[in-house]
């Protein structure tokens, strides 16, 4: 399978709460109590769908492009 990156977005929603997702990827959620918790479980989750997509030879190779940024006020 070929390498692709895939925009993740971690949420803390106080302490010992984290949750992120993947928004080109539907249905991949997590919820932990760290963010390198939530870092692991999310890499796992997107292993596990491309897996399966591949496998019901549902996945295609399009390429999104996301630009993304930090914004602190």
Do not use: C, F
């Not at 249905?27 to 796992?44: F, K, S, Y």
Request: overall charge negative.
């Amino acid at each position: 399978m070929a390498q692709t990156e895939y925009l993740v977005i971690v949420e803390n929603y106080g302490p010992g709460s984290y949750g992120a997702y993947v928004p080109e990827l539907p249905g991949i959620g997590v919820a932990g109590a760290t963010e390198d918790e939530v870092r692991d479980l999310v890499a796992e989750a997107i292993r596990l769908y491309l897996d399966e997509l591949e496998r019901d030879g549902d996945l295609k190779s399009t390429s999104v492009v996301v630009n993304h940024y930090t914004v602190t006020v």
